[in-house]
């Protein structure tokens, strides 16, 4: 557990309190760590499920993130926390550039923070904060300006050919750093960017009694990015033969070649006086990289040079006389990502002796994160820190990306939370299953809606909520983002998509519930995209069917002793009890305001009955009301029935 320490020491003071021979003992201790009539955001656990508590209470984090909601010179957009609060979400999540909170090396600017405070407060939402440094997707970063002018002090990500790792194209942002440091060799950049961690996390415990700030991100989808690497699918190339009349050989296959490195991996045949060179050509025959075998057996070479991004073709040759047959098989050509060759990496990879450069980046991440983690934990040992993940495509064999191997992120890293991932396609879903590790929590800290073609792979993101809660008992969700092209749940005019609506419904229905109720002691199964599905609670069969598409199908169905909660959009659920008789059920429309249930009445005309052992009950579809017209009161997204 993280910093068990101080929270032993914090657990002593609560329960010595009374005592009056400690009791000076005990306001000294406070002094040190201060007890609030609510403890600060944590996570705590209950029966075995661990949780998120904000003042005091399980908090289920449904929340839009917009990395626009401040912008790059630190400015709050306010009609972004009114657009959330419209979307029934209950936090917004904020990118926080260290590059505006210390604009001056050593000074930071605290007045983004009270912007963020005064919005949310205002529109009665919590924060999650995105803290944005040094390594932004493995792309990218947003470092103060000295930094960026200093490449000796803080230095950047460098290429075996000592050139620095910069822009990708088509992308904004540029560059990331060199994380490696060791008993020996210190890492200026880690101490300027734990500093600044310590100075927000600071002001947040000084000035924010309310619990606004709720979680915190460090950095984002870090690993090592197509900046030394973009990907392709692996390269198959038929076998070939070199001899006296044939000294070379171009394959014909086409391949998009996007990096400024690649692994070949070959099997050669040949006596070993002879030397084959390998050479990456463009379509017009000019060699862009090249590499030479120089014995028999199975090889993995590595060329590279300047990123390129063009169709390339393959050629082999030999030079000199030929006087046996030269055979080459088996030849593959994969995308790679190269560990960063500075001198100190250099240094430290040589101590570690490490064995790939995967490893080494691997390890070189996770002291960096350790370190983070450590300098906040300082301040407040208990405020919930998590990172997100890339499992998208090529993301396991990204250098330094947590999903490689993340439950050794998370023994290696006692103070981050939990480790989990962004997902955007519905091939990834899955995905969540490889998280459940450990000490670990499901939460989706990245989930969009596109609005590209319908095609493609991409997930239902409005949907997902219902199986962090009904499957993983997690703790929410951050749906991205309000108004991108690609994204975007509003039109570039601020009209809202279709999306929107369907985002706004499913935060509306599962506000309808209390958080605790995912925690207790219950039975409980989450279901989106289904025609059809049956769900077995001690003797009831609860079958659910989809009313329109079952794409916009998404509930939970919740069974405790005395009652069962229908919670969802669009679908009817049928309720069998074969053994005894459900005529005296009871029926209503229920919402839960401040952990207060609200009886609302009996369900809308037409849509339950009771029928022996069967009741029946049809929720709401999609309500595409307004903003101003929409009254969540009015819809039929919760049911409770009381067997009685």
């Not at 990456?280 to 090889?299: K, Q």
């Not at 249930?597 to 052992?613: C, Q, Y």
Request: hydrophobic letters at 35%.
């Amino acid at each position: 557990m993280k910093s068990a320490f101080i929270r032993k020491l914090r657990t002593f003071a609560q329960h010595m309190i009374c005592n009056p021979i400690i009791l000076m003992s005990y306001t000294a201790l406070n002094l040190l760590f201060p007890i609030c009539s609510h403890a600060a955001p944590r996570i705590d656990q209950v029966d075995q499920k661990r949780f998120l508590s904000v003042n005091g209470n399980p908090f289920i984090v449904m929340s839009i993130e917009d990395h626009r909601t401040t912008g790059f010179d630190g400015a709050v957009r306010e009609e972004y926390f009114q657009i959330a609060k419209q979307l029934y979400a209950n936090a917004i999540t904020v990118t926080f550039r260290w590059s505006y909170f210390e604009k001056k090396e050593g000074q930071y600017d605290t007045t983004i923070l009270r912007n963020i405070k005064k919005n949310a407060d205002k529109y009665n939402l919590k924060v999650v904060i995105l803290w944005f440094g040094t390594n932004l997707g493995g792309h990218g970063n947003s470092a103060p300006k000295f930094v960026l002018d200093d490449s000796i002090t803080y230095i950047p990500y460098t290429r075996r050919d000592k050139s620095f790792a910069t822009r990708v194209q088509g992308f904004r942002t540029q560059r990331i750093y060199c994380y490696s440091f060791d008993d020996r060799n210190n890492n200026p950049l880690l101490l300027k960017e734990q500093k600044a961690l310590q100075s927000m996390m600071r002001w947040i415990r000084a000035n924010d009694p309310e619990q606004t700030f709720i979680m915190l991100q460090l950095e984002n989808e870090m690993c090592v990015h197509p900046e030394l690497w973009r990907p392709w699918p692996p390269v198959q190339l038929p076998s070939t033969q070199l001899s006296e009349e044939n000294t070379k050989h171009l394959w014909s296959s086409l391949f998009h070649v996007q990096a400024c490195s690649t692994r070949i991996t070959t099997v050669c045949e040949m006596p070993t006086r002879y030397s084959i060179e390998f050479a990456l050509n463009d379509t017009v025959g000019r060699r862009l990289w090249n590499g030479v075998i120089e014995s028999r057996g199975t090889h993995e070479l590595r060329i590279g040079g300047d990123f390129i991004d063009r169709e390339c073709k393959m050629k082999v040759q030999t030079y000199g006389t030929v006087e046996d047959i030269i055979s080459i098989n088996n030849t593959r050509i994969f995308p790679i990502g190269e560990r960063c060759h500075c001198h100190r990496c250099n240094e430290i990879y040589a101590m570690w002796e490490a064995k790939s450069d995967q490893h080494f980046q691997q390890r070189v991440f996770k002291n960096y994160i350790k370190n983070l983690a450590s300098a906040v934990a300082e301040i407040d040992a208990d405020f919930p820190l998590y990172l997100n993940v890339l499992v998208n495509d090529d993301a396991k064999t990204r250098l330094g990306n947590p999903y490689y191997d993340p439950e050794d992120w998370l023994n290696s890293i006692p103070d981050i939370d939990f480790i989990c991932p962004d997902i955007y396609f519905r091939s990834k879903v899955a995905v969540i299953d490889s998280f459940m590790l450990g000490r670990n929590i499901i939460f989706i800290p990245e989930s969009g809606q596109s609005k590209e073609s319908r095609d493609r792979d991409w997930v239902n993101a409005f949907s997902l909520i219902f199986s962090v809660l009904g499957v993983y008992r997690g703790i929410g969700i951050q749906i991205y983002d309000l108004q991108t092209e690609s994204f975007g749940l509003l039109s570039s005019e601020g009209d809202w998509e279709k999306n929107a609506y369907l985002v706004r419904n499913s935060y509306c229905a599962i506000r309808q519930l209390p958080a605790d109720i995912f925690y207790s002691k219950n039975t409980l199964a989450g279901f989106r995209n289904v025609v059809r599905k049956v769900f077995h609670f001690d003797g009831l069969e609860i079958e659910v069917r989809a009313t329109s598409s079952p794409e916009y199908a998404r509930g939970i169905v919740i069974k405790s002793a005395e009652s069962i909660i229908i919670c969802g959009v669009g679908f009817e659920a049928i309720i069998r009890e074969p053994h005894l008789g459900l005529e005296n059920a009871r029926i209503e429309r229920v919402q839960w305001v401040n952990n207060e249930r609200v009886i609302l009445g009996p369900p809308k005309a037409g849509t339950s009955e009771i029928n022996g052992n069967n009741i029946r009950i049809r929720m709401d579809d999609d309500n595409f009301l307004s903003p101003q017209d929409f009254e969540p009161f009015n819809t039929q997204y919760s049911i409770m029935v009381t067997l009685e």
